[in-house]
T-cell receptor, first 113, second 113 residues
């Protein structure tokens, strides 16, 4: 089976712009979670989607949003980018976040200038 | 609020040594605990998952244990190799938070030839 894929791998944006990141889960997995990783805060949970519904949400401002499509692919959008949004954004897929292993993609590295 | 702590933050050992990485969590209401490996600038690779009802899991030279009553997990690496050099992260899937992963800050391991 192919692993979790994320596109793009690298992105440079300027403050105030918006960005959309994409994640394709492992075939058959219906859960997609998003995490932000920074040197200062480590890995922090953004949100989880399951069967096109947001099932869980972390403590991030409303500028961070996401969605999931019927084929389980997920997108994450960040509007009005700030310098502090520079981070590695990771998505994870699972058949069941409560019981099964979560498999992570390679991440999208976002740099906001 | 679930907090996950990893000690030590960094560890340097000579090749061939057996070593133990520690992970502690404050709330024992977890679905499972996962150990991951992260190479610099890369995504996370799942190593082992221990369900809350299990005491340990083994994969090759790796053995992870879980003691919910004391809020601790350990990752034992036997006969370490330079290729084991990476950051090791533990993450607890918290029962009351929908299975989202709460990560520790990681232990950066360096195995010297």
């Amino acid at each position: 089976k192919a692993g979790v894929t994320q596109t793009p791998r690298y992105l440079i944006k300027t403050r105030g712009q918006q960005v959309t990141l994409s994640c394709s889960p492992i075939s058959g997995h219906r859960s997609v979670s998003w995490y932000q990783q920074t040197p200062g805060q480590g890995l922090q949970f953004l949100f989880e989607y399951f069967s096109e519904t947001q099932r869980n949400k972390g403590n991030f401002p409303g500028r961070f949003s996401g969605r999931q499509f019927s084929n389980s692919r997920s997108e994450m959008n960040v509007s009005t980018l700030e310098l502090g949004d520079s981070a590695l954004y990771l998505c994870a897929s699972s058949s069941d976040t409560r019981q099964e292993t979560q498999y992570f993609g390679p991440g999208t590295r976002l740099l906001v200038l | 609020k679930q907090e996950v702590t990893q000690i030590p933050a960094a560890l340097s050992v000579p090749e061939g040594e057996n070593l133990v990485l520690n992970c502690s969590f404050t709330d024992s209401a977890i679905y499972n605990l996962q150990w991951f490996r992260q190479d610099p600038g890369k995504g996370l690779t799942s190593l082992l998952l221990i369900q809350s009802s299990q005491r340990e899991q083994t994969s090759g030279r790796l053995n992870a244990s879980l003691d919910k009553s004391s809020g601790r997990s350990t990752l034992y690496i036997a006969a370490s190799q330079p290729g084991d050099s990476a950051t090791y992260l533990c993450a607890a899937a918290h029962y009351n938070q929908g299975g989202k992963l709460i990560f520790g800050q990681g232990t950066e391991l360096s195995v010297k030839p």
